[in-house]
């Protein structure tokens, strides 16, 4: 049985930071490629970063909103992804979710659809 557990969310000031964990069991972790997605209250979900299994290129990937801010990384011993939050927004409050593939990207960004695996997600707040 698969699982995906997030930690790390709750509640921070602008331009705080929060460093959110995902441990993955059930599954040959680095051969998925892994994600983070945010939904808002009445948005969709988004795509936030993503991180390639090794077999793929190993790249990541950012939303423009988060680009230079976020640092997604993967211990592959740990069967673990993280998510590295700096310089945090109020628009950066949502549910934060990972998310597995284990097959090639099809596009960017990437369709939550394209996910085979969710956690339950982790609350983030953050407050001006």
């Known amino acids: 049985q698969v699982q995906l557990v997030e930690s790390g969310g709750g509640s921070a000031q602008a331009g705080g930071s929060l460093r959110l964990s995902c441990v993955a069991s059930?599954?040959?972790?680095?051969?998925?490629?892994l994600a983070w997605f945010r939904q808002a209250p009445g948005k969709e979900r988004e795509q936030v970063a993503i991180?390639?299994?090794?077999?793929?290129?190993?790249?990541?990937y950012y939303a423009d909103s988060v680009k230079g801010r976020f640092t997604i990384s993967r211990d592959n011993f740990k069967d673990t992804l993280y998510l590295q939050m700096n310089s945090l927004k109020p628009e950066d409050t949502a549910m934060y979710y990972c998310?597995?593939?284990?097959?090639?990207?099809?596009?960017?960004?990437?369709?939550?659809?394209?996910?085979?695996?969710w956690g339950q997600g982790t609350q983030v707040t953050v407050s001006s």
């Open positions: 998310a597995a593939r284990p097959y090639p990207l099809r596009g960017l960004p990437a369709a939550a659809a394209d996910f085979l695996y």
């Open positions: 059930g599954l040959t972790f680095n051969n998925y490629n």
């Open positions: 991180i390639e299994r090794a077999g793929d290129g190993g790249g990541t």
